[in-house]
């Protein structure tokens, strides 16, 4: 359920032509000390680091009503900092793993005491029987019979214990109204089940690779399983414990939901300030990255993994439906697809064409979700990066900028930063063609102006 206030439906009253001039705008990058104590639990797929976020909403100087949004929110870095300054948001995601995620990081320091007696209690009485594991149970993937059968007996008991009616009910999963203690637990288990699997990385360090064959599975024994979950929790209670002293008062309200952002939207003019990382256009296949997590959590969500992936923006399977280019897409995007289906290389026409298309096309939806949900005057700031297909430069800071541009969201300042390392750099034939190693990361500030554009009409053919 969307909760508002009355103060915030009103426009706000801070114009974005005051704020975004004076945010602090610092490196997006993350480094390795942003992955240092709570956030160190969280090493899943994100924009940007929580100092990046917080220090641009404490400089927007926000009233205290203000609803702030983000709708790729990942691991939460957005909702998490947004609560810590005592702003309401709202954040949504794809995938269900990430719900889990972001609401885990949201634990309050206030709840840092109960993590290791409530883990003692949860680990009493689990048995492991393989005998009473489904045969089809995705846990096989990856672990021999035995180990499987004690890590769904930890799931099954979190489950049992920590997750209620409201979140598992009559009409479906709600994941909207997961404890962040019950979150907590499942992120322990990811954890453990990620470090067990950890020979199975791919070359791309968010991929989790499947075992083929009669490859050897994964064997641990269960009392090695069991300390090895007790052990995760007692790190995240002791490291959350030491943010009592940062926090006066517990955070502030944020509102998680399992949405697609194509589909899915706030209602008109509901938000403040969004601060977002829209799925760079890389290749990078973020259900993958989160197989583990996702079999792990497959008793409650019933969800075929490559239907989840085909629904991802920057999905790497082919759309099922014809896709067009449209006007609003901009003149930049038009030329990079010109580019893609000229190019020599196997399947450029085809299925990368294809793929390209369907990106785009997700994007183009989504913006135009997010600018109706942004109040007139208000502020959204995306980082957005660029890539390469092959030697074709895909500059998507530009097209984002041209494509927000059709839906009244008007760019008011952009900040570049070069990256020397990109994920799409870790793929070794990357090497074969010639451009600028590394990445190059804009911070995209846009104000809310107009309403235009809406309805852009797909009037182009597949680029010729």
């Known amino acids: 359920m969307r909760i508002f206030s009355r103060a915030s439906a009103r426009t706000s009253v801070h114009a974005p032509e005051a704020i975004i001039p004076n945010l602090a705008v610092q490196s997006p990058k993350r480094t390795h000390q942003a992955l240092a104590g709570w956030d160190g639990f969280f090493p899943y797929y994100a924009g940007y680091p929580e100092i990046f976020a917080r220090s641009l909403l404490e400089s927007a100087k926000l009233p205290k009503d203000a609803v702030v949004y983000d709708p790729w929110n990942g691991s939460g870095t957005t909702t998490y900092s947004a609560a810590r300054l005592g702003l309401m948001s709202h954040g949504s ?39 009473s594991l489904d045969a089809n149970d995705p846990l096989l993937w990856w672990f021999n019979r035995p180990t499987a059968s004690a890590i769904r007996a930890i799931e099954r008991r979190i489950r049992h214990q920590l997750v209620g009616d409201r979140t598992v009910t009559n009409e479906g999963l709600k994941l909207e109204n997961i404890s962040g203690l019950a979150a907590t637990f499942y992120v322990a288990l990811f954890s453990v089940c990620r470090h067990l699997t950890i020979r199975y990385q791919s070359s791309n360090p968010t991929w989790l690779r499947r075992p ?34 940062e926090t006066s008062s517990e955070y502030a309200q944020s509102f998680l ?20 990382s829209p799925p760079y256009c890389t290749r990078i296949d973020y259900s993958a990255a989160t197989r583990i997590e996702l079999a792990i959590l497959h008793p409650l969500l019933h969800i075929e993994m490559e ?87 895909n500059d998507l800071p530009t097209i984002t900028t041209e494509m927000a541009q059709s839906f009244g969201l008007k760019l008011r300042r952009r900040e570049d930063f070069r990256l020397q390392r990109s994920m799409a750099g870790i793929n070794p034939y990357s090497r074969t063609y010639k451009r600028v190693p590394g990445a190059l990361e804009a911070v995209l500030c846009f104000e809310k102006v107009g309403t235009e554009g809406k309805k852009a009409k797909k009037a182009h053919k597949a680029p010729s």
């Open 93 to 131: 995601d794809l995938n269900p793993v990430m719900i889990i995620v972001a609401r885990a990081r949201l634990l309050p320091p206030s709840e840092a005491d109960s993590i290791v007696p409530l883990a003692t209690d949860t680990i009493k009485g689990v048995r492991a029987d393989p005998r």
């Open 212 to 245: 083929k064959g009669r490859e050897w599975r994964v064997g641990a024994q269960r009392a090695d399983i069991l300390s090895a979950f007790v052990t995760s929790l007692e790190s995240m209670a002791a490291v959350l414990a030491l943010r009592v002293a």
């Open 307 to 393: 239907e989840l992936g085909r629904q991802m923006i920057g999905s790497t399977r082919v759309p099922d439906h014809e896709i067009t280019v449209a006007d609003n897409w901009g003149a930049t995007c038009a030329k990079f697809l010109r580019m893609v289906k000229r190019h020599p290389s196997k399947a450029s026409s085809g299925y990368y064409l294809k793929t390209h298309l369907d990106y785009f096309e997700k994007m183009s939806a989504s913006l135009g979700n997010l600018s109706s949900a942004l109040k007139p005057q208000g502020a959204a700031i995306l980082v957005v990066q660029d890539s390469y297909y092959k030697d074709v430069h």
């Open 257 to 276: 939901k399992v949405a697609d952002a194509t589909k899915d939207a706030m209602p008109n003019a509901s938000v403040d300030f969004i601060l977002t």
